[in-house]
């Protein structure tokens, strides 16, 4: 008897083990295939919960932050705005789709055979401080349906821009989303901002300048906001004679930020960078059989800086310049951005270009668009290559004049040399960036340095200076030098750094200074905590 009950025991044992085998080898198929396991999500509580996250769950979660932003999918493009929202800017009510960009004040369009034109870029393109019917693209769409042919269909402008959006983010959003919009016509509109580095976004749904998503803590974070906060708190430092040369040479323009004048290392790579994305953005268009135009709201520096190299180096993209220069008139008083005015008279400027330039294919355009007539007389053309070489030649004569080897923070000598990294009293936090120029042969730098105003000591700090004359060449590795400071500790301690360089000479020219620190704390001042190493004084090339 105890052997006939034996045998059923047996098979279920054998089945069991049998089913085990099983159950193991799909688990083993399936986890080469596709990468995950199929035993280990039933049972992992947060497995369960990323997976069943779905876009829509993470825009409601999203809104609960008070700020406008929420993580866009694509740490290239950084962030996007929460999606189907509002939000007041300057005090304006603005809505978003579900992509997160403008809405349209007539909705998402039909899927009808309508063209579908796309206003791409940041806080300008978006409408910040304007209303949902004052955008680009509202005005766009408004003054279209007047200079069509009465039988052409109406284009459906939409925009897809978020502020705090560079160059680069923008592409790559339109590369995103372009299986969505279906543009027959991309309306590109850069700023001075698009040199700088993508924006993240923090806890409180606000923008984090500080980190670039793409890269993190790699590329130190480089923003048009530091050299205004080093204006801001160290302009009234500058001498008066300074002051003086400089507004009768061309005022802030004979001292703008270092990053966009094209000139040192630093700054010549984010141009390169800057005019590929938008090479790369007409072809990729091009091949879907649509159209860019990039319109170029002001003929000031940064512009005909992009104009130059737009000749020079991407001839076959279509751009136009807006008008001359901003005026107060043409802002919202307190911020410097376009009002319902300027943006107004802008659209209607660019569908002149666009008439001008037989855009987009297939237009049947019948009547010229009338200028807005207080800014009819203030438009901007277009240069020859020639000319275009000659007055950016004449603008980087103009920056050297006002920039030389050495940057001291005391007077406000070359403080539009700083990239990014120095705060306005000074304290570096992990590293910083400057650019110097210098009529001699360099093979010597000399860092003056202080400890940190709260008098807390780094223990063992350490100064890695890192040397790049040559944008297209890798930076010269750190050199560490020792900082002489009595325990770094106290704001009297100040330290002189003679630091020789490994290499040859230098030749005569630009040349970016990373400086790294090897340690650093997290100190509060006014209420606010940073990273803090140390404090610089002053920085200058030697023979």
Sequence with gaps: MARRRSRPALAVTVGILLTTLLVLGIEGAVSLVTGRSLLRRPFDSAARWNARITDQQQATLARLSKGPYDLDADPRVGHRCKLDDAHDWHGVTARTDSLGGRRRPSGWPEEDDRPRWVVLGDSVAF???????????????HHAADALAPAAARPAVLTLATPGWNLAASARAMR?????????????????????NRSAVDAAGQRADRVDPTSGILELPMQRQNYVDLYLAIGSRTPLPRLIAAAESGGLEAVEHALNVALAPTSLRRWRQLVGEVRELDRFLRARDCDLFVALPWANHFHRELEARLLAEAPEVRYGFLFDGSRPGDTLGDDPHPNAACVDAGARRILELLQAADL??????????PSSPEYATRTAQRLAPVAAQALRGERHALYERFSGPRIALADATGF????????TDGTIGRDARVALRTDRPTSRLRLHVRGLLGGQPVQGLRIGVSVQSDPDAEAAPPQWTEVPLEAHATTESEGVLEIPLDTAPLAPGWIDVQLIASDHLVETVDGRSRPASFRFEALELLP
């Design 127 to 141: 409408g910040f401080g304007l209303g949902d019917d004052e955008t680009y693209a509202a005005r766009l769409e």
């Design 416 to 423: 539009h040399q700083v990239y990014a990294g120095i705060g």
């Design 176 to 196: 995103n989303h372009a299986h969505r919009y279906r543009p027959d016509l991309v309306v590109l509109i850069p700023v001075v901002n698009d040199l700088g």
């Design 360 to 369: 987009p294919r297939g237009a049947d355009w019948t009547q010229p668009v």
